[in-house]
Structures are given as C-alpha cells and as structure tokens.
C-alpha cells in the first residue's frame, strides 16, 4: 500500500529528519531532474523553464535546474512571484519545471501559461490544496507530478487528481513512520485476497442477500451476481414480502422471507453464510428501518449495509449498537443524511467522523472513493472513473464488499479492496454505455488476469 501524508504530517516527518534540509533538497532536486530526463527523453539541447518559488519548493526546483544544466539541458529559471497573473506565457521550451508553491499553499495562484510545453510538478500542483485537492482557478495543471516520500491527500482528491497528472513518488530518505492513511493499488488485492483453497467447499465464503421489494428485484439481483463474480461461494438470497416465484432463476438460492419480522429468518437462514449484504431496493418505510435495526444488533457475522438500509444511523443520538463489523456504503447524497452535511472539502475527515460516531467502516463512494475505519485508519481507492455513474452500480459494489469479507479480509481492507477492483474492472469496459449488469463479469476477468489465484496459491 502507498503511503498518503497530510501537509501537516509531512512537516512533522521533514523536521524529525535526521539529515539537514540542505541535503534534503539536493536530493529532492536530483529526483526531479532524473523524472524531466526521463519525460524528455534525454537532455542534451532540450529547453527546460522552472518556475521557482522562495520556499523549498522552489530551491527543489533551482536544484533540478543544475541537474539538468550538466546533462546539456538550456534551463531558464523564473521567479515565481513574477507570475502570478495568469495567462503570461513562459519562454518557449519543451517541459516547465513549476516550483512555484508546495503542499503549504495557501490563497490564490495564476500559473503562466506553459503555451503547450509538458508540464512537472514539484510535489504537488502550484494552486492545489495539499489536504482537500481544491484548486483555484489558475492552479497549474501538471502532466507528471513528481511528490516525495508520500502521496498528499490533495494529489488523489478532487480537483487534485486531474491537476496532478502522473504521479510518481520519490524516496528522498525521509522516515515516514508508521501512517494512518494508505492507497491501495492491484499488488494489494494480489497480496491480500486469500486464494481459494484446495479444500474449499461451497459454504467457505458464502454471502446472504437482504435487498428487495415485491416487483423491485432487479437490486438483489446485481448485489448477488456482484458477490459470486468477487469469489463467494454461494449466495442466498431473501425478498422481503416476495414470493420465490418472483425472482429470477440464478445460481443464487432464493430464501422465502416475510414482509415483517424477517430480520429473525435471516440470521436464521444465514448462519453458515460468512457475511450479509442489507439494504438495495428494499424501501424506507418504518417496518423496514426496524428490521434492518434489528438483524444489525443481532447478526452473529458482518454486515455490509448499503442503501436504503443506512437509514438506521441517520440519527447521531440512536446508532444501533451492532453485534459484528458493519461495512456503510453510502454515495454523497446518503452521506449527507448520515453525517448531516454534504462531504465537505476535508472528505478524509469527514468519513472519519462518521465511522468513528458510527463505529462502523465507512465507505464513501466516489471517484476516489474514501475507506475508514472506527478507529481513525483510512484506505483510499484511485481506481474510479466516470464510468461507473450509472443505475446499479453500487449494488454490484456492495455484493463485492460482502464476497471480500466472506474470504476473510478483514471489514477495512476488505471494502478498500473491493471498491479498488470495482474501479479497475470498469476500465476493461465500454468508455460509454457501460451498465451495472456488465460489472460482475468484468470483476471476474480483473481478478483472473490480475492473478491473484497464482499469486496466492
């Protein structure tokens, strides 16, 4: 997992360094002169800008510079507070250097205008909020950003995904310690799925499916296939006041549950299944909320609560006191009547908050889509795209969630993990006209080409 640093925690590791800061920029600036080779693809006749600021960022930058000037490299160093109205253009070259301002930043910042050349950011984007990815107007846009010793929050959040470009991560000899706040890449669902073993049976990860209405079961539909595709071994799924004939014939085993007291039949009825999945297309009424309250407090295993079933922790004053892990899923809108506001420019702090008043892992979907434990521990997962705005796609994210818990990782990595294949696997899919029915099948042939049964077994 990638290590992720706050601006404040980053300044912390800088001053604890045992090496000067001198040394320090030497060895910032050489990273940054080997990454502008590299783009360039040599040196010798390029022309290279770096826009420089007072701080380290820009002696980060003049150092590059010298770098790049004994590779053969024409440099022309500006001063960044020359430019601050956006739209100057800076010499023509072929790759700008911006050195302008770090992950301290603060206010506005009219970047020059590059006219075309690549651009390089020195740890982050000049005009990019370090913590939240916020960006004013004239914040740089960055085809490669080269960030030391830690991802910044502000590079995988908002705005500061897209400013960011490439990001590439440089070990300047900083301890960073032990963090609380990691991305997840595919090297960790290889390492950390379990394999199915040679004695696996069909009760090893099994999944049970609360989701539905009478003529609604479309939902647990995608919530089960989303499930078997990520490796459960069977599913069992229940309809709250539907008759068995009305669901579809799957692979999924159909459980006959009332329209009231089903929460008892499903604790009943998935007692050998590993974990639950509550909530897609099951309805807000009142005898709904009571269920869900109910099989919460009394489920012996986790539950993933997806939905309409995250109406029992609307209320800060009456959390159900849950007997096993719960995994939220909310997208923004059911954050907002979770936590009370929409997820503010600091989503990291916000998801805490809820987990922690909660006690539940929460996932916040989106396209970095925020994971955090009880306990204040976060994963974060880059892999999101546009393509998966679209009717049922939570639901398959929500089976995924139930099948990695259902393998045993435990509830943060597990949904982390989850929504980072659910990301991934959408890029094999169509650019436009993908559709939730298409996840389950793609997450399969992600998880297969990925190798993780190799890897693993």
Known sequence: MIPVLTPAEMKAVDE????????LIARAGAAVARATLRRLG?????????????????????????????AGVRVTVIEAAGHDAGGQ????????????????????YDAPDPGGALVLAVDIPSGVDGLTGEACPGAVSADLTVTFAALKPGLVLGAGREHAGRVEVADIGLPVGRCSMHVVDDADVVARLPHRPADAHKWKAAVFVAAGSPGMTGAPQLVGRGAFRAGASTVRVGVPGAVLEDLAATEAVGIALPEEGWAATVVEAARRCKAIVVGPGLGRSDIVLAEVRRLVTDSPIPIVVDADALGVFADADDVPLARSPLVLTPH????????????????????????ERTGATVLLKGPTTVVASPDGEVLLSASGSARLATAGSGDVLAGVVGAFLAQGPAPLQAAALAAHVHGAAAGLGFERGLVAGDLPELIARWLSDSGTERSNG
């Open 16 to 23: 604890a360094a045992p090496d000067a800061t001198d040394v």
């Open 332 to 355: 923004a809108g059911e954050f907002e009547r979770l936590w009370g506001s929409k997820p503010g420019p600091d989503r990291i702090g916000d998801v805490r908050g809820l987990a």
């Open 89 to 108: 253009a800076v010499p023509p070259c072929d790759l700008v250097i911006d050195a302008a301002y770090g992950t301290g930043f603060r206010g506005d």
């Open 42 to 70: 040599g040196g010798y006749g390029r022309r290279v800008v770096v826009v420089a600021g007072k701080g380290n960022n820009g002696a980060d930058g003049r150092v590059a510079g010298e770098h790049l000037r004994r």
